[in-house]
């Protein structure tokens, strides 16, 4: 069956560093791959996209890789601020067909 | 704002109750979504409109009934609901249901619902 995994379930950075979030995922081929941040209590907002062709996407301080060989997606913040801190959740989309969304990775930066 | 309005934010009801969630988009979006987040678990995809056409019903209980009255609303009425139903229940909407070129999802704030 389908499955993401977002590498851990909570992630402590210290301000100023760089912050790394993993996507991995099995039986599953997307056409495109998402990334969302959510805030406690709110509903997910869309960051970026990244097709399958694409390696990389940036977007001001995030960075995303996307490696359909390694079946993986890096999801960078660069200068990494406490504001940076909460859930990104990674979606996955194959050509016609549903988006489907991982757990999540809750970001916490240090002061 | 996301474009995507739901009420009411909070939600407390008794099992015998019934209410109803409700959700607007002001995007011009085709496809309308419920999911169901609770606490670490993905997010559930509960169903799914296109053009106020429901396409997809994910084995969800029937004490939950969904009415889209047009592409711009939504509704999740709730009906004899049990404990483990308390849950953030979110409401989306896209341009379609599949993306020719990437489907961007738009999500509401959410209905935080407590069923005692």
């Known amino acids: 069956s389908q499955k993401i995994e977002q590498n851990s379930e909570a992630l402590n950075i210290q301000e100023g560093k760089t912050a790394t979030l993993t996507c991995n995922y099995t039986n599953y081929s997307p056409a495109y791959l998402q990334w969302y941040r959510q805030d406690p209590g709110r509903g997910p907002v869309f960051l970026l996209l990244?097709?399958?062709?694409?390696k990389e996407k940036r977007k001001e301080r995030l960075k995303v890789t996307f490696d359909t060989t390694l079946k993986q997606s890096l999801f960078h913040i660069t200068a990494s601020q406490p504001a940076d801190s909460a859930t990104y959740l990674c979606?996955?989309?194959?050509?016609?067909?549903?988006?489907?969304f991982g757990k999540g990775t809750r970001l916490h930066i240090l002061p | 704002e996301t474009g995507v309005t739901q009420t009411p934010r909070h939600l407390v009801m008794g099992m015998t109750n019934k209410k109803s969630l409700k959700c607007e988009q002001h995007l011009g979006h085709n496809a309308m979504y419920w999911y169901k987040q609770s606490a670490k678990k993905p997010l559930e995809l509960m169903f799914v409109y296109s053009l106020e056409e429901r396409v997809e019903n994910n084995s969800v209980p029937s004490r939950f009934s969904p009415e889209c009255p047009n592409s711009s609303h939504l509704f999740l009425h709730l009906h004899t609901l049990q404990p483990e139903d308390s849950a953030l229940y979110l409401c989306?909407?896209?341009?379609?249901?599949?993306?020719?070129?990437?489907?961007?999802?738009?999500f509401g704030e959410g209905s935080w619902l407590t069923v005692v």
């Open positions: 979606a996955l989309e194959a050509r016609d067909d549903k988006i489907i």
């Open positions: 989306a909407s896209s341009q379609e249901t599949t993306g020719v070129s990437g489907n961007t999802i738009y």
């Open positions: 990244i097709r399958e062709n694409e």
